[in-house]
């Protein structure tokens, strides 16, 4: 099941949001749908769950004196459903019902507040909204069909705190964001509780995971560093031992030579530490080895 799929569930499952706010809820799933008008009013959803709550919504909106037609079409292998109402009487009920409630347009105060915007955004978003796998990217968009509904809701949203973005796709305002701090809230105020949590779980593992790369990444740049530089200090070792192996070599010099020798991967602080030198002293001493066998190189 898809990450839209989930939330859109998760909505419909908010029984106590359906029965305190189902004007609210049911106008933003009507108004989003796919047209709203006295000519047709119809919603075109991917979820046959969604289809079926849509009806559902029409029916506790107003009473009805004819018939809802649920269709289904298949293309690509992909299902999709058409949710019509049929009388015109009907659509000029549902009409007036929700002009009468929302004379002056769709605003906060008319809507009920936090939890009258919030079932009516949940409406939206049932209607036309998607949720991108967190794994894969951050991604909550609202696609309406029809124009003039995405400064409604675009407006809305900014009224409620929120700061959604606007695309043009294919001839549609999409409006959406890609902040998942902006996510997980949007999908808490729609009463998506549980899928904020999976986004939020998601963020959390992703970047777990990317502290872990940097650190390995940065443990094998300062290996690669420790050993690339440990090779130098062998050449130099060796060009000054020649035949007559560490006995060549300045005394003082000839222990850090032998481990230095023995263990190219070592850090100077781990050959500090066993040979009881500090780094800078350990440095010191190398230094002074690639400076003797410079000394033997041959000049040009």
Do not use: W
Request: proline fraction near 5%; aromatic fraction near 6%.
């Amino acid at each position: 099941m898809s990450y839209t799929q989930q939330a859109k569930n998760e909505i419909m499952e908010n029984r106590p949001l359906r029965s305190r706010f189902k004007n609210q809820q049911g106008y933003g799933l009507l108004l989003f749908g796919r047209t709203y008008g006295v000519g047709s009013i119809t919603l075109a959803t991917g979820q046959k769950e969604v289809a079926r709550y849509y009806a559902a919504a029409v029916s506790r909106a107003v009473p009805l004196t004819g018939t809802i037609t649920t269709r289904e079409e298949t293309s690509g292998g992909q299902s999709a459903f058409r949710v019509r109402v049929d009388a015109p009487a009907d659509r000029r009920a549902l009409l007036n019902h929700f002009a009468m409630l929302y004379p002056e347009g769709i605003t906060y105060e008319l809507l009920g507040g936090d939890e009258g915007a919030a079932a009516f955004v949940g409406g939206a978003f049932l209607a036309c909204g998607s949720l991108a796998d967190p794994e894969k990217k951050y991604h909550l968009e609202f696609a309406p069909p029809r124009p003039e509904t995405a400064p409604i809701l675009a407006g809305l949203l900014g009224e409620v705190g929120f700061l959604p973005k606007l695309a043009e796709r294919r001839g549609r305002t999409i409006i959406y964001t890609h902040d998942s701090t902006q996510m997980e809230d949007l999908l808490t105020f729609i009463s998506c509780p549980l899928m904020s949590l999976e986004v939020m779980n998601t963020k959390i593992l992703k970047e777990r995971r990317n502290a872990a790369n940097r650190a390995a990444n940065c443990d094998s740049a300062n290996i690669d560093k420790v050993v690339g530089a440990a090779e130098g200090q062998i050449r130099d070792i060796r060009r000054l031992m020649g035949d007559q192996g560490l006995s060549a070599l300045p005394e003082e010099l000839r222990e850090l030579a032998a481990l230095r020798l023995e263990s190219p991967e070592a850090s100077l602080r781990e050959l500090g530490a066993r040979l009881g030198l500090s780094r800078s002293g350990v440095n010191h001493r190398l230094g002074r080895i690639r400076e003797l066998a410079e000394e033997l190189t041959p000049k040009e």
